[in-house]
């Protein structure tokens, strides 16, 4: 399994590919520093980290599809697929593979961002466990839009398809709390409690105010496991389709 997790995150930075994603990232992050110092009107500039998360994470879900388009649906195009199918690992162990090399590159992508809090250090005021609990809730949801995108990535032969299905997906679970206040379900109470269930805005708005919820902590995991296990599940019926 380390050889294919080996594998696949030289797919990300022997290329540009990578390297373009981050610089995206890196510049979507920048943009409310940019505007907030443009704006400055008195002496100080106050602002959070971890609003900028949330504020901003509508920008961030477009760039996850990009990384996860090609986790299956590139083997399947190039005909790699079979070969990967056939070799000593397991479904599991392949999933996990490339779940944990696209978790890497995003892990490193937050990383770079560590740039703005030191520098904000340097010459002002930085709250530690706020700045703690926004990084923490930004990768665990990030988890769980990697984890869609690969489900997406295991539906079809076309990386750009994928990377459409994921980022509607991505898009319809940012904004279930709009669904769940909308006028029809608002006279289906019960349904539009199950359906706020499944929020991950209001589970990252906790940790963008600082508090770090064991029960939110464990619904970003549990929710990432359960795509993963989909996702397993859509291409262990692709393998036995084929005999």
Do not use: H
């Amino acid at each position: 399994m380390f050889s294919l997790y080996k594998k696949e995150l030289r797919s990300y930075f022997f290329s540009p590919f990578a390297y373009v994603i981050a610089a995206l990232f890196l510049l979507i992050f920048a943009i409310p520093f940019i505007n907030g110092i443009a704006n400055l009107s008195g002496t100080e500039y106050k602002f959070s980290f971890s609003n900028i998360f949330y504020n901003n994470f509508f920008y961030f879900i477009f760039l996850i599809p990009a990384l996860t388009m090609r986790t299956f649906a590139d083997e399947r195009k190039s005909g790699t697929e079979v070969l990967l199918m056939t070799s000593p690992l397991n479904v599991f162990q392949i999933v996990a593979a490339k779940f944990l090399a696209v978790s890497t590159v995003f892990l490193m992508m937050i990383a770079l961002t560590n740039f703005y809090p030191i520098i904000t250090a340097m010459t002002g005021d930085v709250m530690i466990s706020s700045l703690i609990c926004g990084y923490t809730g930004f990768f665990l949801w990030g988890l769980v839009c990697i984890s869609i995108g690969m489900l997406m990535s295991s539906f079809t032969e076309s990386p750009i398809i994928a990377a459409i299905l994921g980022e509607g997906a991505m898009i319809i679970l940012l904004f279930i709390d709009n669904i769940k206040n909308s006028g029809l379900f608002q006279s289906l109470p019960k349904a539009a409690k199950i359906i706020g269930a499944f929020s991950t805005e209001e589970r990252f708005e906790n940790f963008s105010q600082g508090i770090m919820g064991l029960g939110d902590i464990i619904f970003f995991i549990t929710a990432t496991i359960m795509f993963l296990g989909f996702t397993i599940i859509s291409i262990e019926k692709k393998r036995w389709s084929r005999g």
